[in-house]
């Protein structure tokens, strides 16, 4: 089975988040099993785009409202990440350096998504399903089925997997003439609530769609940034599948990001080595339990709240616990770490920026990874801590619900807490010090998590079963 899978960002060629993740590895471990599975994404002008060789296998000219454009469609000449890779290149419009951000990304998105349906109409590319990802490819299952353009495959099982529900990419209905020729009396299907909405769009016109865990799923019908209703008429189409970790990139034993690699036989000194180096390069002593967090500096991931929850914690506790932030985001956050870090040099440091090698060395060298997200459709940070042994403190929300179960109950690893609030992390963040005071429970308990599976196997397996589900139709 010949899969295409539509995204925004994709490892290592380009990544913002969680979703490059993903994308970069469930292909992967797809071929693997057998399918023919590529990725199709955005040419940018990255680090990736220079220093790899590509050739063109298709080029053509199409419109985007009044305005012809011209695309190519890149391929990666040797199929290194272990899939096809292929690009869409919009010159002037689809080769920036960033991802999202610029003010004509509705745009960037529907030229995208053209283009791509463009190239499988008029090439011998005929996938067999396509498999969406987030609203930036929300587009192509209506497109598919209601513009006379792309009927050759109207037939085509789609699949849409939501990486996060909270971005819609909803425009005006003044846009409407962007798209190509459509079926106008099928564009009830495009609005939700006066807009022209991806998300919704893709959620009604998809065969099947999927969250990145069960109980997200659930979630999204109560909490979806206005599309509750729609998750929960549409509920019977969806499909809960936990995120998965690409071992070969994610292992303490040969990460080449971290200075000292190690096995489960060697985690206390090997995590003590990385938390020596770590801690020396932010000035912090690491006698003391380290206490990190990963991430973009958002509400979503309750950014807002680390820098009182840190304060208050080192008030009550001079001395006795450190922290460390690395990520980037919301200025006013970034601030207010910022003036933390000057208050208390020797008990908090952050890194704003983005950095994919220290945060390697932050998994394997720090004791805990803070998470107290508002909302967390799967969240990998914790799936990468759990790995290098260092314990999750995680809001009890979406996917980190399925993957982190409280050391307080059976089989459990890592520590829960319910309210996405300062006081509830300052508990979380107590019970912390508290285990880390307890050595021989500290490491039974990382043993434990380091010999969790949450490689990708399983679940590329269960995306492979609901594809199938889908192939009598074909
Ligand atoms: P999301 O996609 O919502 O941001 P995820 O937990 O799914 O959250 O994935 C976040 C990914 O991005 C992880 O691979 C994490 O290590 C990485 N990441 C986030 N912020 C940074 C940063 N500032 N520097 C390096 N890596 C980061
Ligand atoms: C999104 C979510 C995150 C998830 C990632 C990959 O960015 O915020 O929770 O892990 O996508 O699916």
Known sequence: MRVFHLSAECYPVAK??????????????Q???????????????????KENEFEVVFQATELLGMQRFYFEILKEKTDKLGFELY???IPGLLDRENVYSYPDETQQFIAFQIAFLDWITWSQQTPDLIHCHDHHSGLVPFLLQHSKLYSRLANTPTVFTIHNGQYHGAFGWDKLSLLPEIDLTKTGLLDWNGAINPLAAAVKCCWKYTTVSPNYLEELTYSSNGLEYLFYIERAKGVGIVNGIDTDIWNPQT????????????L???KQKNKAILCERFELSSDKPLISFIGRLVVEKGAD??????????????????????????VKTQEELLVLKKQFPKQCNVFIGYDESLAHLVYAGSDFLLMPSRVEPCGLNQ???????????VRTTGGLKDTVIDFGDEGGYGIRFLNASVSDMIHAIGRSAELYANTSQLQLLRKRMMALDFSWDRSAKEYVNLYESLKPAI
Do not use: C, W
Request: proline letters at 8%; aromatic letters at 10%.
């Open 16 to 29: 913002v988040g969680g979703l490059a993740d993903v994308v970069g590895a469930l292909p992967k471990y």
């Open 31 to 49: 071929n693997q099993l057998g399918l023919q599975a590529a990725v199709v994404m955005p040419f940018y002008d990255r680090k990736f785009t």
């Open 87 to 89: 690009l869409v290149k």
């Open 255 to 266: 990460d080449p990001m971290i200075p000292q690699k190690y096995p489960v036989s060697k």
């Open 268 to 270: 206390a000194s090997g």
């Open 305 to 330: 709240l680390l820098a009182g929850a840190i304060k208050s914690t080192i008030q009550a506790h001079p001395g006795e616990i450190n922290f460390f932030i690395l990520g980037a985001g919301d």
């Open 383 to 393: 799936l990468y801590a759990l790995r290098y042994g260092t314990v999750p403190v």
